[in-house]
């Protein structure tokens, strides 16, 4: 069994700051990439960022410049860092996993159960 916990949401004034984690635990045999979705009321699921093992990262252009993703291997952890938030980042942010659970294993997509993220104007 594989699970993935978020920490880090809350409530926050436009401009500030939050840094969400996820944490992933189970039986995992390596994890390609992690990365961070959003869901506001009313409409898809987006890509906010995302990490490959490498460390090569990608970012929706809205929070270019803005948010960091990075990832702790070893705790296999990853973080979204959100600096200059703004309203219209409100929304539940969703962390995901492309992993293996054996050498030769098929890679599957988990998700963690989403953390609220509130910007106040």
């Known amino acids: 069994q594989v699970q993935l916990v978020e920490s880090g949401g809350g409530l926050v004034q436009a401009g500030g700051s939050l840094r969400l984690s996820c944490a992933a635990s189970?039986?995992?045999?390596?994890?390609?990439?992690m990365g961070w979705y959003r869901q506001a009321p009313g409409k898809q699921r987006e890509l906010v960022a995302s990490?490959?093992?490498?460390?090569?990262?990608n970012y929706r252009d809205s929070v270019k410049g803005r948010f960091t993703i990075s990832r702790d291997n070893a705790k296999n952890t990853v973080y979204l860092q959100m600096n200059s938030l703004k309203p219209e980042d409100t929304a539940v942010y969703y962390c995901?996993?492309?992993?293996?659970?054996?050498?030769?294993?098929?890679?599957?997509?988990?998700w963690g159960q989403g953390t609220q993220v509130t910007v106040s104007s």
């Open positions: 995901n996993a492309d992993l293996r659970k054996s050498t030769w294993g098929p890679v599957f997509r988990y």
């Open positions: 189970g039986s995992i045999f390596s994890i390609n990439a």
């Open positions: 990490i490959v093992s490498g460390d090569s990262t």
